[in-house]
Nanobody, 115 residues
Framework: QVQLVESGGGSVQAGGSLRLSCAASRSISSFSYMNWYRQAPGKQRELVVNIATGGSTYYANTVKGRFTISRENAKNTVYLQMNSLKPEDTAVYYC?????????WGQGTQVTVSS
């Protein structure tokens, strides 16, 4: 069973930065995509950003230019650098890894941005 452990969440003021980490229990190169989702209170979970095995990335329009996904294969870890945070970025952020057969969720980490 794959385990994903997120860390790095917290509370910041608008305009601040946070870096989230997602550590996987197996090689992240084995996954087709490493994804970051978020879920705000009363809203559906949404895809924020992902990175494919080959390195291509996708960013939701709401975070383009502010968030950056990166990975460190040697540590089996994916990062989400979040800059210029806005109150509307407040949510629980989840790491999700998928291969051709299965998908795996982390437990989530809370990000709260105050105005």
């Amino acid at each position: 069973q794959v385990q994903l452990v997120e860390s790095g969440g917290g509370s910041v003021q608008a305009g601040g930065s946070l870096r989230l980490s997602c550590a996987a229990s197996r090689s992240i190169s084995s996954f087709s995509y490493m994804n970051w989702y978020r879920q705000a209170p009363g809203k559906q979970r949404e895809l924020v950003v992902n990175i494919a095995t080959g390195g291509s990335t996708y960013y939701a329009n709401t975070v383009k230019g502010r968030f950056t996904i990166s990975r460190e294969n040697a540590k089996n870890t994916v990062y989400l650098q979040m800059n210029s945070l806005k109150p509307e970025d407040t949510a629980v952020y989840y790491c999700y890894a998928n291969d051709f057969q299965n998908g795996y969720w982390g437990q989530g980490t809370q990000v709260t941005v105050s105005s």
